[in-house]
């Protein structure tokens, strides 16, 4: 008998079993079916032949179920029904859960990639923060963009551009070109003054002495008086914070009077905010140049254009160009002068810190020398990564094989890798993040820089790391998720944990690469090492040791030659000598001197110095020929005698220098040669040899040198100190030996150095750390084949050559590549020299020494692991 | 009879052209097609559905399930805004092909 209701549920039963039909499509099938049913049952069909005639004008199940099908694919954006949707948040987990497995199981191998990625980070970050701090440089002056220097461009033997300019130059540019606002000068000092407010004195050695626009000019905000009108009364200073406070405690330093060098009474007319670290110019107190010129005698030297000691300063116009400006100033020049032996220049002030001019190069250099390093080490430890995570792929054949048959697809393999991966980068990067939170101090000591990490206040740091880590994550999991996600099943199953040759390579390569960039690092950093070395050591032909000097202030010119005797009186003292020159930097110079023969054409830039009878014996400096300052002779500094140097004598001609007549307009008078001493470099910023004048003018003594026994030297300095004192009362006694001032100026040299050298270090031992994940590597692989051979009776040693053999040669290959690489690099960096040292052979032999070395120890370290094991323990292994 | 490409492209502008004159359900669609055309247009019925899915995929239509007068819940397909533009289009469209078709078919003329 028919069941209508029976058979229509058979039907729908035949529907459900198509998987793309709905239950609403089923529903609306069904309602179609039994309307169908219901209208041929009224014109008299019997319901069994109804059903049957219904079911088959609706169709059959499966044709439906494909045209519902389609819908469904266009509607889940032509996503087949049975293909899962892009994100499936329940695999995360499994992924996470199969990547902390694999953590877990390879302990090592996790903790090699992300130390060596995190070291090589965090030296990345350290070395940004200090360029970005570089970068900083005065840029925190607002008007910057519209500030120049005013440099010179001389042309004397060759040509130099040189920056402290002289100083009327400034008002003349103001006047004679519209573009210029406003000029303003500063005389960096180097002449420490004494400072006395009540019972309060110091010497103070930041000074620097400047015309009133400076405070408007420049960002050098008073926190007390008013920058328009101080300075302008000559008999005023501005204070820094710090220096205010240290006069005056809780007192208001404006209006106060202090005295300076206990002659001149000065009124505090302003407190500056302590000038930041990343300022060219630092200083701490500023007097008005009309002060120095009127009190000094330099009235006619501020007007002139001899005195070369300035820092000038423009700011242009808005909209003005410096480069069309720069040619107005040289036709100018050239039509008034008719020649341009002598041009000013402007160049833009917010690159001067990055571009100064000076022996060894300008930050700019180091910049670009830091940049390289932090890349080298980035890419090393990137290397490392890739390298280690490739490898580890290796070992995963298997599972991919597994994961395919039982249904992932290539894409499933690929998001599981870059997850893996990603995770791990990740994790270094939290670290990175307190590593260098925990270095920073170190670092600073080492940068005498006061870097922080402020990752949020630093947007392109965030940004350089974000980057920095997806190019990571994207590289290193790039070559395990693509190509191995690429295998057929049955092959990566059948094969297992082979390594195939084609990945082998790939990571051979990587290897090569790796160790050229450590090897090119060490030589590099050697090379650097020793011609910071040389420049620093180089015999600069006199003897600085157990010298003292101190500044000639107060009454101790007035009585020069009782002093000297005073001092002489002392045990302990060998020698006095006095200069006026700052014996390690800073001197004066002109191309204004004449003699007879001449060359017109010929303007070369001569040095002069003050010196006193015993400088030469003091220094140690040979003389080469005629005599020096007679010591009983005229001190009165107008003997008209002077001394030059070889070079000077080379200048002057073939003929004997001796008694030659030389013209010093600046002075007004003749002056006669009577001797020459050897050539020396007062200090390496010296360019090459110069010609160099010495005279007797002990009115310009600014320095007393004692030449002093090394024995019993702080004996001999206190009394040295209490005949300092008698006759110099009011004053402090503040010393300091040559060498050591000396060694100063290298400190930016030292850190350059001692950065260098941490830096190759961390090189090679991120490189160290891959090539013992890869050494282990290796050797796990082989665990089957030595077991084999053990068995078969292959000695120890035999198999640790054959371990060993694959990675020292690569690292021979690399060091082939390596050595030309640096030995080009290096020449191009010496070229920023002027003394430069050899690179010998020996820094590329040591090198790759060192590296071949420390690749072998941890090689072997893990083959003669491997090769002492029990065979049966390596045969069993699976 | 029509031929299944026509049949196929004629399917949807009808169901429109039903539907704007007011809502309708599947199995009363297919009938006033049968009945209008005395049998020459005959769908496999059953298709009608995944058509009608299609179209409110695009947004032609729009679907309610209401209880009808005979008890029956069913579901009620009406024509939307953008529905009655397609339609307007495919009118246009229908024709132009008329127009040319009934043009070139007749006999070619003595002036032309």
């Not at chain 1, 032996?341 to 002030?349: A, D, I, T």
């Not at chain 1, 082979?498 to 390579?505: E, H, I, M, T, V």
């Not at chain 2, 669609?29 to 299609?54: A, H």
Request: glycine content about 8%; some cysteine; aromatic content about 12%.
């Amino acid at each position: 008998m028919f069941d209508l209701e029976k058979s229509i549920h058979a039907w729908k039963r035949d529907l459900q079993g198509q998987e793309t039909l709905e239950d609403g499509t089923i529903a609306d099938l069904e309602i179609h079916l039994r309307d169908a049913v219901d209208a041929l049952k009224k014109e008299g069909v019997p319901e069994e032949e109804a059903f049957r005639q219904a079911v088959a004008r609706v169709g059959g199940a499966e044709g439906l179920a494909s045209e519902c099908g389609k819908v469904r694919e266009y509607r889940l954006d032509l996503r087949s029904p049975w293909r899962p949707s892009r994100f499936m948040p329940a695999l995360m987990g499994g992924y996470l859960k199969v990547a902390l497995r694999k953590f877990r199981w390879q302990k090592g191998y996790s903790f090699i990639n992300i130390a060596g990625l995190t070291v090589g980070m965090t030296c990345v970050v350290l070395l940004l923060l200090w360029i970005q701090d570089e970068l900083s440089f005065d840029k925190f002056h607002e008007k910057i963009d519209d500030i120049y220097i005013v440099s010179a461009r001389i042309k004397s033997e060759r040509e130099q551009l040189q920056v402290p300019s002289v100083p009327g130059v400034g008002p003349l540019l103001e006047e004679l070109f519209p573009e210029v606002e406003e000029s303003a000068r500063f005389l960096a000092g180097h002449l420490p003054c004494i400072l006395s407010y009540k019972d309060r004195t110091f010497s103070e050695p930041g000074i620097f002495t400047g015309d009133p626009e400076v405070l408007e000019m420049f960002t050098f905000p008073l926190t007390d008086g008013d920058p328009k009108t101080a300075l302008k009364d000559p008999d005023s200073l501005v204070l820094s914070e710090r220096v205010a406070k240290k006069y005056f405690g809780n007192e208001n330093p404006l209006g106060q009077i202090v005295t300076v060098d206990n002659l001149y009474p000065m009124k505090v007319v302003g407190v500056m905010k302590d000038i930041p670290r990343n300022s060219t110019f630092r200083f701490d107190i500023l007097m008005p140049l009309e002060f120095y010129a009127r009190n000094y005698d330099k009235e006619e030297d501020l007007k002139g254009f001899s005195n070369q000691n300035y820092f000038v300063f423009v700011r242009l116009r808005k909209g003005s160009s410096f480069d069309d400006l720069n040619r107005k100033i040289k036709e100018f020049v050239m039509s008034t002068y008719r020649n341009d032996e002598y041009v000013p220049v402007l160049r833009p002030f917010a690159r001067f810190h990055l571009n100064r001019l000076g022996d060894g190069g300008g930050s700019i250099e180091q910049i670009r020398l830091i940049g390289f390093l932090g890349a080298f080490i980035l890419l090393i430890a990137c290397i490392n990564f890739m390298n280690l995570t490739t490898a580890r792929s290796g070992n995963r054949s298997r599972e991919i094989g597994m994961r395919k048959v039982v249904g992932a697809f290539r894409k499933d393999i690929i998001k599981q890798f870059y997850f893996e991966t990603s995770l791990l980068v990740l994790i270094s990067m939290v670290l990175t993040v307190f590593l260098a939170r925990l270095c920073l101090p170190v670092f600073n000591g080492l940068s005498q820089k006061e870097l922080t990490l402020g990752l949020l206040r630093n947007p392109s740091l965030l940004g350089f790391l974000a980057g920095i880590s997806l190019i990571t994550a994207l590289t290193a999991g790039s070559y395990p998720a693509l190509f191995m996600s690429s295998f057929k099943p049955l092959r990566m199953i059948r094969e297992s944990a082979g390594s195939s040759s084609q990945r082998a390579g790939f990571r051979k390569v990587l290897v090569v690469i790796q160790f050229s960039l450590a090897i090119g690092l060490i030589a590099g950093a050697a090379g650097v090492y020793r011609q910071l070395n040389h420049v620093q050591t180089m015999d600069l032909g006199y003897n600085m040791e157990n010298l003292v000097f101190f500044s000639s202030q107060g009454k101790l010119l007035e009585h020069y030659e009782t002093a000297k005797n005073e001092f002489l009186q002392i045990p302990g003292v060998k020698k006095v000598s006095a200069s006026s020159a700052y014996p390690t930097g800073g001197r004066s110079n002109s191309t204004s001197w004449q003699w007879e023969g001449k060359n017109p054409e010929l303007k070369p830039l001569i040095t002069d110095m003050s010196v006193d009878s015993d400088f030469l014996e003091a220094f140690e400096i040979p003389l080469v020929q005629g005599r020096f300052f007679r010591r009983e002779g005229d001190h009165s500094g107008n003997s008209g005698e002077i001394l030059i140097n070889e070079k000077m004598a080379g200048i002057l001609g073939q003929k004997d220098p001796i008694d030659r007549r030389l013209f010093w307009p600046y002075r007004g008078r003749n002056y006669t040669v009577i001797g020459v001493i050897k050539d020396y470099l007062p200090n390496p910023s010296w360019r090459g040899e110069e010609p160099l004048i010495l005279h007797q003018t002990p009115d310009s003594f600014r320095f007393i040198f004692l030449k002093i026994d090394p024995e019993n030297i702080p004996q001999t300095l206190a009394q040295v100190e209490s005949v300092f004192e008698r006759l110099n009362p009011g004053f402090p006694f503040e010393y300091q030996f040559l060498d050591a001032a000396y060694e100063i100026q290298f400190n930016s040299v030292r850190r350059t150095r001692s950065l260098m050298a941490y830096l190759a270090g961390f090189a090679i031992f991120i490189s160290c750390l891959g090539l013992f994940g890869l050494a282990s590597f290796n050797a796990e692989q082989k665990t089957k084949e030595i077991g084999i051979r053990k068995v078969l009776g292959s000695s120890v040693p035999r198999i640790v050559i054959l371990l060993s053999k694959d990675l020292t040669r690569l690292v021979f290959l690399a060091n082939i590549i390596a050595w030309p690489v640096a030995w080009y690099l290096l020449q191009r960096w010496l070229q920023s020299f002027l003394y430069r040292t050899q690179i010998r052979f020996d820094i590329f032999i040591a090198a790759g020494g060192i590296a071949f070395f420390i690749a072998l120890v941890t090689i072997s370290g893990q083959s003669i692991k491997a090769a002492r094991a029990k065979p049966v323990d390596s045969l069993r292994y699976e | 009879m029509i031929s299944r490409t026509l049949m196929a492209a004629s399917t949807r502008p009808i169901i429109l052209a039903i539907l704007s004159r007011g809502e309708d359900y599947g199995y009363s669609l297919i009938q006033k097609v049968k009945g209008f055309s005395g049998g020459n247009i005959d769908w496999t019925e059953g298709m009608i559905y995944p058509v009608l899915q299609r179209m409110e995929v695009d947004g032609l239509i729009s679907s309610q399930w209401k209880m009808s007068a005979d008890k029956r819940p069913r579901r009620y397909f009406r024509i939307t805004e953008r529905g009655r533009e397609e339609l307007a289009a495919e009118l246009t469209g229908w024709g132009n092909v008329w127009k040319a078709l009934n043009h070139f078919a007749k006999p070619l003329r003595a002036e032309e």
